[in-house]
């Protein structure tokens, strides 16, 4: 009785991972298509933007700082105050967007907000959090949005100096890549089909009873 309560279990774990996998592949699927897509149409912005591309709030361009290392290239810019904004019209599919930037004081993870067509003003529920993926760089992953203008805030400190050496929005990468999950999304697809499986053996359990 126990062994086939064990096969049961082992059934019913390995069919919900199987669908978690499939669903995972469709989706990235789609998301690839998506991107193609709009790509085809001439709707998918590939481009490098610099500090002359935005409109700057509560941000001055400066001087190379004394301290800073002479041979990096870009643009250095200053904070006035704790809310500083770039703005930018992109009116397109926005799969990631990459910020080349470097900052001479420790700040907070620049955030990336943007504004779907006919939208009138930016809302937190439509922000991501730039990732880290290298010295000076971070990836924002938008998973595919229709966008009218997009708004980067490099920090939320005020007099940060940096120097922004260019935004690349949809910049190249790997097909392969749209088939990678985020962190939180393989903790997902590993904990739910356990949830799920123990759930209907707990129903099954109470309506034999």
Known sequence: MKRNKKSEAA???AAFYLAALLIALVSGGVRLAKSRYYQAKGNRPCSVAELADFELRSILPAERPEDADPETEGQWFVSTDADPQMLISVNG?????VLNMERLSVGYAPVLYWTNPGQADFSEAQAVYGKKIGPDRYEFDLKGQMAETMRIDPDSVGGVIACLKGVEINPARSA???FCPSAKTILLLLALP???ATLVLEVKAILKR
């Open 11 to 13: 059934r019913l774990l």
């Open 93 to 97: 599919y926005l799969d990631t967007v």
């Open 176 to 178: 392969f890549r749209a």
């Open 194 to 196: 356990l949830l799920a």
